[in-house]
């Protein structure tokens, strides 16, 4: 894996609750370090509270009111 290894927990956290919950899903293969964060009770909870609020918006219209 590399320099994966070296990044911080929250940071790989933060971005696999991001992700579909299938990918989540595949992204458990990928070492045990990762199956072990997916599987933790805390990640399931923020993957969940984060499908249901996703921070990605559309907006539909001219963005300056013009």
């Known amino acids: 894996m590399g320099n994966l290894n070296i990044l911080p927990s929250e940071i790989l956290t933060d971005t696999l609750i991001r992700l579909p919950t299938e990918s989540v899903l595949e992204c458990e293969l990928v070492c045990k370090r990762w199956r072990n964060l997916v599987r933790h009770p ?25």
């Open 42 to 66: 805390s990640f399931s909870h923020r993957h969940l509270t984060h499908l249901s609020h996703p921070v990605i918006s559309v907006h539909q219209g001219p963005i300056f009111g013009y």
